[in-house]
């Protein structure tokens, strides 16, 4: 079964708006990680945010983690219309294979 | 370019017409996965690969095989290929002691 569950499924903001997507997940985990998948392309790392830090930040992204609520937030500011994408969490939840498990994405579009 | 690439990026073939993914990355990663992506799954899976000549089955192995006689190269094999493998595929990698993945670009393969 997937780790991560993201919500919303989708989301439609205004271009410079904050596109806010959450996730939760069921177990214990080492870290978790954010990614973002333009259409049909490859998954890009965006972030990743360890058990023992509850907030971090890179650029326009802000990333907060509740290990008590098994829950992370991503936080797009002032959002652009090359934001539109798809946004996944995964979690670590195998440190010997290191195997990521996905959620099923955040499809978040930006209109002009 | 620190890069993974995946060959072919599109390809459309008949039922039990064996094939092979290529996917090749140049940054000395240790580690190597494949994950399919389907519609109302996420991605998934399918096998990985720990270092040269270390395989391990995924979430979703069935119908796959896999190699890994070189650092550089992970190739997927369908022996066999039936249209319920019809998928986005990715080939990841990382550098052991990293929890980061970089994604190839992806292969889209129909199986009419």
């Known amino acids: 079964s997937q780790q991560g569950e993201e919500d919303p499924q989708a989301l439609s903001i205004q271009e410079g708006e904050n596109a806010t997507m959450n996730c939760s997940y069921k177990?214990?985990?080492?870290?978790l990680q954010w990614y973002r998948q333009n259409s049909g392309r490859g998954l890009v790392h965006l972030i990743l945010i360890r058990s023992n830090e509850r907030e971090k930040h890179s650029g326009r992204l802000r990333v907060t983690l509740d290990t008590s609520k098994k829950s992370s937030s991503l936080l797009i500011t002032a959002s652009r219309a090359a934001d539109t994408a798809s946004y996944f969490c995964?979690?670590?939840?195998?440190?010997?294979?290191?195997?990521?498990?996905f959620g099923q994405g955040t499809r978040l579009t930006i209109n002009p | 370019e620190a890069q993974v690439t995946q060959n072919p990026r599109y390809l459309i073939t008949v039922t039990g017409k064996k094939l092979t993914v290529t996917c090749s990355q140049n940054m000395n990663h240790e580690y190597m996965s494949w994950y399919r992506q389907d519609p109302g799954l996420g991605l998934r899976q399918i096998y990985y690969?720990?270092?040269?000549?270390?395989?391990d089955k995924g979430d979703v192995p069935e119908g796959y095989k896999v190699s890994r006689k070189e650092k550089r190269n992970f190739p997927l094999i369908l022996e066999s290929p039936s249209p319920n493998q019809t998928s986005l595929y990715f080939c990841a990698s990382r550098i052991y002691v990293s929890d980061t993945q970089y994604f190839g670009p992806g292969t889209r393969l129909t199986v009419l």
């Open positions: 995964a979690t670590v939840y195998d440190q010997g294979a290191q195997k990521l498990v």
């Open positions: 177990t214990s985990i080492n870290n």
């Open positions: 690969s720990m270092n040269v000549e270390v395989t």
